[in-house]
C-alpha cells in the first residue's frame, strides 16, 4: 500500500504518557475511559459507552457491511485491600493474575471512599537489619506482603479512622521512562501502550482523509485483565475482530521490541488461518517488522469474544515488551510497527466479504485454508476402505 498513511510518534508517546498517570486497575477505570473518550471526540469518531464503561466506536467505512472490530483493554493488574491486620498494615489480594514478587518494593496508592492515601508494599519480614538471613526464605505469595501506609497508623481502628476498608482499590506506580535510545520502561504498558498504537493509526487514518473500504469499530475494553474483556462489546455485524495487546519477550518466545508479533495461538487456541495470515500479508507488503509468536499463558479480548459465543474471525496483535506484568520494557519500534500494521489493516479489505451472509446450503463461498489436492498430498498412507470394510468370511475367500 503505497498510500499507507504513518502514525505520528510524538502523539503516541504523549498518550501513552499520560494515560500511564492514570491509576486504572480493572474496576476502577472510569477516568481513563474519560480520557480516552476525549481522544476521540478530538479525532472525530463518534462512539458508544457501556453501561460499565467499555468504548464502542465507529470509523466509517464505504460498506456496512462485514464490519470488522479492533480492540485495545483500557484496565490493569492491580490489588485491593483484603483485610485490615491488627498493627494497622493492610493485606491485599491482586486484581488479574501476577506474582506478589513483582509487587515488593512498590509504591502505591489507596483509593478509599473518600480520598487517597500513599503507601508502600513490603515483605513480612522487610528488614535485613532486623531478619537478617530471614527474609531470603519467604515464600513468595501475596500472603507474605503488605502494605505499609504513609500514615499515624499503627492499629486496625487507626487505618479504619483514616477511612480504609475491604475492597479499597490498591494502584501500583507506573514509574515511566522515555530513554534516548527509544526505550519505554513502566509498569503498566498492558495494555497502555496497545491503546496508544491504536489511537495513533485512528489519527492517521483519519488525517489521511482516506476512507476505510469497510467501517470499523474501535473497541476500549475494561475487564481484560480478569478474562471477560470484549465479551459483551459486538452489538453489530463483525465478521473481524483483532485483538491489541502485549507480546512477552523471553526465552521460549519469538516477540522482540522492535517488532510486531502476530499470535497464532494462546490458552484459548489458535486463531483465525486466514485472518492472521492477511495480517502477515499486510506486515510483508508495506515492510514492517514482524513476527509470529505462540502464548501459552494467556488471553485476551478476542478469546472472550469468541467464548461469548460470537461467530468471528480472530487474531492478535502485540507490541513486543520485556518483563510482562512487572517492571515492563518495551521500544518505540515496537509500537511504532503495531500503529503502522493497524493501519494497514483498517485500510484493508475484508478477508472475506462473503462473510456478511452464512453459506447457506453451499460450499461455493466457503473459505479453503489448502487446495484439497495439496492439503492431502501427504505420506500417510491408509488401507483402502475395502479392505477395511470386508467381512472375515470374504477376506478368508480370498
Excluded at 119 to 145: C, E, K, R, Y
Aim: net charge negative; proline share 6%.
Amino acid at each position: 500500500m503505497s498510500q499507507l498513511p504513518q502514525p505520528d510518534l510524538e502523539y503516541l508517546q504523549k498518550v501513552l504518557l499520560e494515560m500511564l498517570a492514570i491509576p486504572s486497575p480493572t474496576g476502577f477505570t472510569d477516568t481513563i475511559v474519560r480520557y480516552v473518550a476525549e481522544q476521540l471526540n478530538e479525532l472525530g469518531i463518534p462512539f458508544e459507552m457501556t453501561r460499565r464503561g467499555t468504548i464502542r466506536a465507529t470509523l466509517k467505512g464505504k460498506l456496512q457491511s462485514p464490519d470488522r472490530a479492533v480492540s485495545a483493554h483500557l484496565d490493569t493488574i492491580g490489588a485491593s485491600v483484603r483485610i485490615i491486620q491488627d498493627n494497622g498494615r493492610l493485606g491485599l489480594a491482586p486484581i488479574g493474575h501476577w506474582s506478589s514478587r513483582f509487587a515488593e518494593g512498590s509504591r502505591v496508592s489507596v483509593f478509599t471512599d473518600n480520598g487517597v492515601l500513599r503507601g508502600s508494599v513490603l515483605p513480612l519480614l522487610a528488614s535485613g537489619h532486623a531478619f537478617n538471613t530471614a527474609i531470603d526464605q519467604m515464600p513468595v505469595t501475596w500472603d507474605h506482603v503488605e502494605l505499609r501506609l504513609d500514615a499515624m497508623t499503627t492499629t486496625r481502628a487507626d487505618s479504619e479512622c483514616l477511612g480504609v476498608s475491604v475492597g479499597d482499590f490498591v494502584a501500583f506506580d507506573p514509574l515511566p521512562e522515555f530513554t534516548e535510545s527509544g526505550h519505554i520502561s513502566a509498569r503498566h504498558l498492558d495494555d497502555k501502550a496497545g491503546v496508544a498504537a491504536l489511537l495513533a493509526a485512528l489519527k492517521a487514518v483519519v488525517d489521511s482523509g482516506i476512507e476505510p473500504p469497510i467501517d470499523c469499530h474501535p473497541l476500549f475494553t475494561i475487564t481484560e485483565e480478569v478474562g471477560s474483556g470484549a465479551a459483551a462489546a459486538l452489538p453489530w455485524d463483525v465478521s473481524e475482530f483483532v485483538g491489541i495487546d502485549i507480546a512477552p519477550v523471553a526465552p521460549g518466545q519469538q516477540s522482540s521490541e522492535h517488532t510486531v508479533s502476530v499470535a497464532m495461538q494462546d490458552s484459548g487456541g489458535p486463531y483465525d488461518y486466514h485472518l492472521s495470515r492477511q495480517l502477515l500479508r499486510l506486515a510483508g507488503e508495506n515492510e514492517i517488522p514482524v513476527r509470529r509468536d505462540l502464548f501459552r499463558y494467556y488471553h485476551s479480548d478476542a478469546q472472550s469474544a469468541v467464548t461469548a459465543g460470537h461467530d468471528i474471525r480472530t487474531a492478535l496483535l502485540a507490541f513486543g515488551c520485556d518483563a510482562t506484568h512487572g517492571y515492563e520494557r518495551t521500544h518505540i519500534d515496537s509500537l511504532a510497527a503495531l500503529s503502522r500494521l493497524l493501519g494497514a489493516y483498517l485500510l484493508s479489505p475484508p478477508v472475506f466479504a462473503s462473510d456478511a451472509q452464512p453459506a447457506e446450503g453451499t460450499l461455493e463461498r466457503f473459505s479453503h485454508q489448502l487446495e484439497h489436492q495439496t492439503q492431502m498430498a501427504s505420506d500417510t498412507r491408509v488401507p483402502s476402505v475395502d479392505s477395511v470394510l470386508a467381512t472375515p468370511a470374504k477376506k478368508k475367500r480370498k
